[in-house]
C-alpha cells in the first residue's frame, strides 16, 4: 500500500509493506489524492505492539481512547469498546507530527479498517495543524462566490441539512457538511474540506478564503444576530474545535488562532428553517464581506 493524501494542504503518505488498504475509485478520498512530496509519513504495520503504559496524559471518559508520553514523542491507542484493555489501534508518532507509525491487530485488519478511521485522525491532524498556523472545526462549510462560509454547531444542529441544502445551488461547492479545515495563511484564514464523515457528494478538496461563520441552530423562521468579537466568542468558537491537549506548545498555538478568528472573521448566530429558503436568506443577508 502506498498512497498520498492532500487535506487541509498538507500531504500525507499512506506506506505499508503488511496493510492492504485500497480507496474505491467512488470513495471520497479518492478526490484527495496528490503526488506531492509528504508532509507527514504514516507507515501502518498489521499487528500489535507494546508501549510503556505509564499513567495517560489525556483519556476519553469511556476510556475508549488514550494518550500517553513517550520519549520522542506521543502513544495515541484506540480500543472496541467490546475488545478490553488492548488497543485495536496503536498510533506512534514524533513530537513534530511528521513521522508516525499505526499497529492494526488482526480483527481490524481483517474487517479492512481505514488507517485514517476516527479518532486517530483528527488527533494526527490537529496536532500538526496546531505546529502551522491550523484548526480542525466541527462544522459544514460552502464556497460561495469565492468565499467560504461555515456553519458549525454540536451534532444535530443541521450541519448536513445545510450542506444538502447548499448542494443543490449550481454555483457552491460543498467543502465537507462535518469536519473543516482552516489555515492562516499570508494575513487571513483559508477554509479547506476535508474527506471525513461526509455524505457521497457533500466533500470536496476546494478551499477559499473565510468569510463568514454561522453558529446555527433549528428555527420557526429564518433569523440572523451579529455575535460581538470578545472572549465569549471565542470560547463558543474554541468548544467547536479540535485541540491537541497532549501537545502544549501545539494548545498554546491553537488558542491564539481562536481567539484571531473570533477578532477578525464576521461571526453570527443563524436560526433556519431545514428548507431552500435559508439559502436565499444568506445569501441576501451576506452583503459584501472581504
Known amino acids: 500500500m502506498d498512497y498520498r493524501l492532500k487535506i487541509g494542504g498538507i500531504k500525507l503518505r499512506l506506506h505499508s509493506e ?13 478526490a484527495f489524492l496528490t503526488d506531492a ?18 499513567q495517560p496524559i ?23 469498546l467490546e475488545s478490553g484493555v488492548h488497543p485495536d489501534r496503536l498510533l506512534l508518532t ?39 498556523q491550523g484548526i480542525a472545526l466541527h462544522a459544514a462549510g460552502v464556497v460561495v462566490d469565492g468565499r467560504a462560509l461555515l456553519f458549525m454547531g454540536n451534532s444535530g444542529v443541521g450541519k448536513s441539512t445545510m ?26 484564514f483559508i477554509a479547506y474540506g476535508t474527506p471525513w464523515r461526509g455524505e457521497p457528494g457533500l466533500t470536496s478538496p476546494a478551499s477559499a478564503p ?13 433569523q440572523l444576530a451579529a455575535l460581538p468579537a470578545g472572549a465569549r466568542l471565542a470560547a463558543r468558537l474554541f468548544n467547536q474545535s479540535y485541540p491537541p491537549y497532549w501537545l502544549q506548545e501545539g494548545l498554546a498555538a491553537h488558542i491564539d488562532l481562536i481567539e484571531r478568528l473570533a477578532l477578525t ?26
Open 37 to 54: 512530496p509528504a508532509d507527514i509519513v504514516l507507515r501502518v504495520h498489521r499487528g500489535r505492539c507494546e508501549i510503556d503504559q505509564n
Open 163 to 188: 450542506a444538502r441544502l447548499w448542494s443543490a445551488e449550481r454555483d457552491v461547492t460543498v467543502l465537507a457538511d462535518d469536519l473543516i479545515i482552516l489555515r492562516y495563511e499570508e494575513g487571513r
Open 210 to 222: 473565510l468569510a463568514r461563520i454561522y453558529l446555527i441552530y433549528h428555527s420557526k423562521t429564518n
Open 94 to 132: 514524533n513530537r513534530a507530527f511528521t513521522q508516525a507509525d499505526l499497529f492494526v491487530d488482526d480483527q481490524q485488519a481483517n474487517n479492512g479498517c481505514d488507517p485514517l478511521e476516527y479518532p486517530l485522525n483528527k488527533m494526527l491532524f490537529a496536532s500538526f495543524l496546531s505546529l502551522h
Open 265 to 290: 472573521i464576521p461571526c453570527f448566530e443563524l436560526g433556519f428553517l431545514p428548507d431552500p429558503s435559508v439559502i436565499s436568506y444568506v445569501r441576501a443577508t451576506c452583503g459584501n464581506d472581504p
Open 58 to 80: 489525556l483519556k476519553s471518559h469511556s476510556m475508549w481512547w488514550q494518550v500517553y508520553q513517550q520519549h520522542d514523542g506521543f502513544a495515541f491507542t484506540v480500543a472496541a
Open 18 to 30: 503488511t496493510y492492504n488498504w485500497t480507496p474505491t475509485s467512488d470513495s471520497v478520498q479518492s
